[in-house]
């Protein structure tokens, strides 16, 4: 019996590959983050000159985002209602940290707004959201390791409520160039159940 609400594609951005359903659309070789997703990002023949303008955690959300959704065929001259339900362990923290040592040196103390405004994990939302105009519900959780259950509860809620047409969600977590990005999008389209082992078995391929 097909499951009321399914998973329609997934991806993931660790250990320097960047995969799709899992089949693999970039891996390198590059220790460094910076480097690693420049690479990744340029192998997309993307031309979206902001995003060398946030900072990694958002740069992680959105690649990992344009892995789906640019296969998604949505209109974007048009609202896409569509929701995001994000988690991670490290919040904004790298981000935070760059902030706090932008203050802290009074010889030197210069805040700048282009850190500052990605001091909050959320905003990483934001970059997917103007890229593909999706104006629906929205949310960042913070917990200590990959939650299934809350994605699933969340999800589900979502769409049988009727507040959106499919969900993005998952996971997407930077701290120090240690980085995790696993994301799925669910709706009551066909694919592979939306259960709370289903998402374990992609998280963990």
Not at 5 to 31: H, M, P, W
Not at 124 to 144: A, M, Q, R, T, V
Request: with cysteine; glycine share 4%; aromatic share 12%.
């Amino acid at each position: 019996m097909e499951s009321a609400v399914n998973i329609c594609s997934y991806a993931s951005i660790r250990d320097g590959k960047v995969t799709l359903k899992g089949d693999t659309l970039f891996e390198g070789r590059q220790s460094d983050f910076a480097e690693f997703i420049k690479a990744a990002y340029k192998s997309f023949g993307l031309k979206y000159p902001k995003f060398f303008k946030m900072d990694n955690l958002s740069k992680l959300a959105f690649l990992t985002a344009e892995a789906i959704l640019k296969n998604e065929q949505l209109n974007l001259d048009a609202e896409n209602n569509i929701a995001i339900v994000l988690s991670n362990r490290a919040s904004s923290l790298d981000t935070d940290r760059a902030h706090q040592t932008s203050i802290q040196n009074k010889e030197k103390y210069y805040p700048s707004p282009a850190v500052f405004v990605y001091t909050l994990p959320n905003i990483c939302i934001g970059e997917i959201s103007i890229k593909y105009k999706l104006y629906s519900e929205n949310s960042f959780f913070i917990f200590d390791r990959f939650n299934a259950d809350h994605l699933l509860t969340s999800a589900n809620s979502l769409l049988e409520s009727g507040k959106a047409d499919q969900v993005l969600c998952g996971w997407v977590d930077y701290d120090t160039d240690d980085y995790e990005a696993f994301l799925y999008l669910v709706s009551k389209n066909s694919g592979l159940p939306h259960t709370r082992e289903q998402i374990l078995t992609l998280y963990n391929t």
